[in-house]
């Protein structure tokens, strides 16, 4: 099935490139250094599942790793591609892509996993990550948890200049469906014309319980959860998320 409700990052890619990437990763980098970097083969190939406009792979190639990048966006891997040319990037569903060759480490950041709306399709994504790797190879993400959607979903924030605007306002979260959803209104001034495109951004929220049983029937052990204040991510960004660190185990995954 072609992931048509993922498309809505083509839309917000032009900004989600110019004013998301920095924040987050000043604050989430020095924590993969910490978890998870040390446990990649030096100069090793790593996976970025939903890899965005490739911000990440542009850190991790710096330091002499072999990047690929998958994202369900075409304008967010079109960016990506122009970030990062020494990195590889692929347009693809997180549930159903196939990268070709073996890694030795996978990461996926910026809740970017709350972005699957399904037990099913979480599960695949975890099947085709742990498909993707070395035995014994090193899988991070980072996924925000229901504190997380409680306080900060119900938020709005703007941004005025003088040739773009966007206004985003939160509508909560559900606590029947466990979706929580925010709608993204943006302007661009082009050749003299304004033009307006709304995107509506959805995640589900999942508890660890159901995180560690679907990372189990993948083929992923020893998992470990750090909440992301403990290491160092303060105000927002950090509240209600959690960095998870596991292992590809030696048996065969299933998928
Ligand atoms: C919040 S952004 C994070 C991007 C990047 N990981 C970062 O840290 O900046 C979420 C990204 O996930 C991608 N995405 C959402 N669902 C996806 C799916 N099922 N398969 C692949 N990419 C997906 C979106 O297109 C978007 O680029």
């Given at each position: 099935m072609p992931c048509w409700h993922l498309a809505l990052y083509d839309d917000f890619a032009w900004f989600y490139n110019r004013y998301w990437n920095e924040e987050f990763h000043s604050l989430a980098f020095p924590i993969l250094e910490r978890i998870w970097l040390p446990r990649v083969a030096r100069k090793g190939r790593i996976l970025d599942v939903?890899?965005?406009?490739g911000y990440l792979a542009g850190l991790l190639t710096d330091r002499g790793y072999r990047v690929t990048g998958i994202d369900a966006s075409a304008e967010m891997i079109a960016h990506a591609r122009e970030n990062v040319p020494a990195a590889a990037f692929q347009v693809a569903d997180a549930s159903r892509f196939h990268a070709p060759g073996k890694f030795d480490g996978a990461v996926s950041t910026f809740d970017s996993l709350n972005h699957i709306l399904s037990d099913e399709d979480l599960q695949a994504a975890f099947q085709r990550t742990a498909a993707a790797l070395k035995p014994g190879a090193p899988f991070a993400f980072d996924m925000l948890l229901e504190s997380a959607y409680q306080t900060n979903w119900a938020d709005a924030f703007s941004l005025v200049r003088d040739d773009h605007v966007l206004v985003l306002s939160g509508s909560g979260f559900d606590f029947r469906t466990r979706l929580a959803q925010c709608h993204i209104t943006m302007f661009r001034l082009g050749d003299g014309v304004w033009r307006r495109s709304d995107v509506e951004v959805n995640e589900r929220c999942y508890t660890t319980k159901e995180i560690d049983a679907a990372l189990e029937l993948a083929g992923f052990a020893q998992t470990e959860y750090y909440d992301a204040r403990d290491l160092g991510m303060s105000g927002q960004l950090g509240q209600g998320r959690t960095f998870v660190v596991t292992t590809r185990s030696t048996t065969r995954a299933t998928c």
């Open positions: 939903c890899c965005g406009t």
